[in-house]
C-alpha cells in the first residue's frame, strides 16, 4: 500500500448540504433561514453574549482589580533542588535548565529558601530570598545576583 491509494471508509466523508436549489430538494426557497427577521438577512444574526436586549452578563457583572501588563514572571527554585548539583560547581540558568528544574519561559529565576543544603555552591540567580542567602553561604557557597 502506497500513500497515494489511501481513501477514507465508506460514509466517513458526507457531501455538503446544498441549500438555495430549488423547493423539491426540501432547501429551497428561503434556504433553512425562515421568513424574514434578523437571521434571514444576510450578515444579521446576533453577537457572541447578546441576550435579546437584555443588558449582557459580562456587563451586569463587577469590574475588578488591575492586571499589570509588565509584571514579571520568575521561575522558582528551592534550596532543597540544589542538592542534586555537586559540590563547589557554579548553579546557573543554563545548568538549571539542563537539570530540567526550570522548564518554559521566565523573566528570570528566584531562590527560595525551603529545604536545606549541605555542599557549598555558587549560584547565580536574578533574585534570591534572605533565608535561601543564609542558608548556602552557611556551607560556604555564594549566591550571586545576575
Known amino acids: 500500500m502506497r500513500l ?22 426540501g432547501r429551497g426557497k ?4 425562515g421568513t424574514k427577521g434578523q437571521g434571514s438577512r444576510s450578515g444579521g444574526g446576533t453577537p457572541p ?17 488591575f492586571s499589570n501588563p509588565f509584571k ?5 527554585i528551592n534550596v532543597r533542588d540544589l542538592e542534586r ?4 560547581s557554579v548553579v546557573d540558568e543554563e545548568l538549571l535548565r539542563q537539570s530540567g ?7 528570570g529565576i528566584k ?6 543544603i549541605s555542599k557549598p555552591l555558587t549560584v547565580k540567580v536574578h533574585r534570591c530570598s ?12 555564594s549566591v550571586e545576583v545576575v
Do not use: I, N
Open 111 to 116: 531562590l527560595l529558601g525551603t529545604g536545606d
Open 49 to 65: 453574549g447578546f441576550e435579546g436586549g437584555q443588558m449582557p452578563l459580562q456587563r451586569r457583572l463587577p469590574k475588578r482589580g
Open 85 to 88: 548539583f555537586a559540590p563547589d
Open 130 to 141: 534572605a533565608g535561601a542567602r543564609e542558608k548556602v553561604e552557611a556551607v560556604g557557597g
Open 101 to 107: 528544574l526550570v522548564k518554559g519561559r521566565f523573566d
Open 4 to 25: 497515494d491509494e489511501l481513501k477514507p471508509p465508506r460514509g466517513a466523508r458526507k457531501k455538503p448540504r446544498r441549500v438555495g436549489r430549488g423547493t423539491g430538494s
Open 72 to 76: 514579571k514572571a520568575y521561575a522558582e
Open 30 to 33: 428561503t434556504s433553512g433561514r
